[in-house]
């Protein structure tokens, strides 16, 4: 039943965009409510619908599956209801309501009535432009937000991540939307500036995914987690404990607004231990935890890093390497600081070494992320002992961009050498590098190896960070 301008554009919508099981009945007594064309799947019926006898033989005359209400005058859609009860149809009735708070009267047709109100849809229309407002699923599941469309802003702490080394947990990216073309994820698909998110979870934690999103690069650790955690194994770490929560406290000043989370395990000199706790007096962003019970050690670090909102954890090589800890912490997809002989606070610059382009993508934004950070010049080093540049063109056009986009100085160099020689020599530096769930591949090629990826847990004298990356061929 049609009749005003709403009802006008319905028509030409269902003359476009056509369903082939569907045929459609368009009664209508006015002729400015008629489009120029309609399409072949409309059929026009020149009635008045408030008449109870044109409408009740239109109705006996076809089964409908629907009918729909859409006309100007309040009046009109009352006396249509009237007749569609008086003729006994049991059909859903869709009734597109345009009076505001003017309630219309239903009498019996109520229980077979959906009532669209079209000034709350205009206003939720408009409060979806808003900034800073998520675009959510209203007429998909359950309508309550647990389906969502998110931006990623120029500089959203997601750009050039890779899809696997975002933790998922109660949410999902489903699709991306990239210049108007849908791309079905893997977990190597690389989100970038201006995508569109599909994701789908539990609304408030789809509320939480849309701010991570929207925050911009400089928030480090952030997206990884909020917060820091200092892990220390007696058994390990006993003799240069306190050299390991000066280099957290040091990042930890330069991050502003961040808590650190000691946790002590195994502890075995209450000396060190009590010097150690006396620092937790001294800052109050700083929390300890003593493990003393022979607890799992995996089910103990994943609740910390769950409870505390962790997005960087601080460690040593033996302790990560110990107790299977490197496969826990690389399944929490969490941002790994490996200490090094030499301490944080003396490196002058973060260093990015060539690898091939997934890899280098994957780790870039978080590259300058610390670097900015910390006051670290970025370098981007091509040691190659092939002499091998161009190849690598896409990668240093790719940092090259981020660069200008982020407003940070990089250093490129590009030297024939080998790549572990070259490492050796160098001095007060932050290695920023892929966190793989192979890193420690304990094999007989290691001793032949030129790639540097083989010797990131045998070369301790310089601080490392990893960054999570999935590796599609593990």
């Avoid at 931006?151 to 933790?167: E, F, M, N, T």
């Avoid at 210049?179 to 190597?188: W, Y």
């Avoid at 990560?320 to 496969?327: E, K, M, S």
Wanted: glycine share 4%; net charge neutral; with cysteine.
């Amino acid at each position: 039943m049609a009749s005003g301008s709403v009802a006008r554009n319905f028509i030409t919508a269902i003359s476009k965009n056509r369903v082939a099981e569907n045929h459609y009945y368009v009664t209508c007594h006015k002729i400015e409510t008629l489009p120029k064309k309609v399409g072949k799947n409309v059929t026009l019926i020149d009635e008045d619908p408030t008449s109870y006898s044109k409408l009740s033989k239109i109705l006996n005359n076809t089964i409908f599956s629907d009918i729909f209400i859409v006309m100007e005058d309040i009046e009109d859609v009352e006396y249509v209801l009237k007749n569609i009860v008086l003729s006994k149809t049991k059909v859903r009735i869709a009734l597109l309501h345009q009076w505001d708070e003017i309630e219309i009267n239903l009498g019996l047709a109520k229980e077979n009535c959906t009532i669209i109100h079209s000034d709350a849809l205009l206003a939720s229309h408009l409060y979806n432009q808003l900034p800073n407002v998520p675009l959510i699923a209203q007429n998909i599941g359950l309508g309550e937000g647990e389906i969502m469309e998110v931006h990623v802003p120029l500089d959203s702490a997601y750009a050039y991540r890779h899809v696997g080394s975002i933790l998922q947990r109660k949410w999902k990216i489903i699709a991306i939307y990239r210049n108007s073309k849908q791309i079905l994820p893997s977990t190597a698909t690389m989100i970038r500036p201006n995508d569109n998110l599909l994701i789908i979870g539990k609304p408030m934690v789809l509320d939480g995914v849309y701010r991570t999103i929207n925050k911009r690069m400089g928030l480090f650790p952030e997206p990884f987690g909020k917060d820091m955690y200092l892990l220390v194994d007696f058994r390990h770490d006993k003799d240069n404990v306190l050299r390991y929560l000066e280099e957290a406290l040091y990042i930890l000043n330069k991050l502003k607004n961040k808590n650190l989370f000691v946790r002590v395990i195994y502890p075995n000199d209450f000396g060190i231990l009590e010097a150690l706790k006396s620092s937790e007096t001294l800052n109050k962003n700083v929390t300890i935890a003593v493990s003393y019970a022979n607890e799992n050690l995996t089910d103990l670090i994943e609740f910390d890093i769950n409870e505390y909102e962790i997005g960087l954890i601080m460690i040593t090589i033996p302790t990560f390497t110990a107790d299977n800890l490197q496969d826990t912490l690389y399944n929490l997809k969490k941002l790994v600081y490996v200490f090094g002989k030499e301490s944080i606070t003396k490196s002058r610059a973060s260093m990015v070494l060539m690898d091939e382009q997934k890899r280098m993508e994957s780790i870039s934004a978080t590259a300058f992320d610390i670097s900015e950070k910390l006051g670290l010049s970025l370098h981007l080093c091509d040691f190659d002992p092939e002499g091998d540049f161009e190849s690598k063109k896409m990668t240093v056009e790719h940092y090259e961009t981020l660069s200008q986009i982020l407003n940070k100085d990089i250093k490129i160099t590009k030297k024939v050498t080998n790549p572990i020689r070259e490492l050796s020599r160098m001095n007060h530096f932050l290695q920023v590098t892929p966190f793989e769930k192979s890193l420690n591949t304990q094999n007989m090629k290691k001793i032949f190896s030129i790639d540097p990826n083989d010797f990131i847990l045998t070369q301790n004298n310089h601080p490392k960070l990893l960054v999570p990356f999935v590796d599609l061929l593990i």
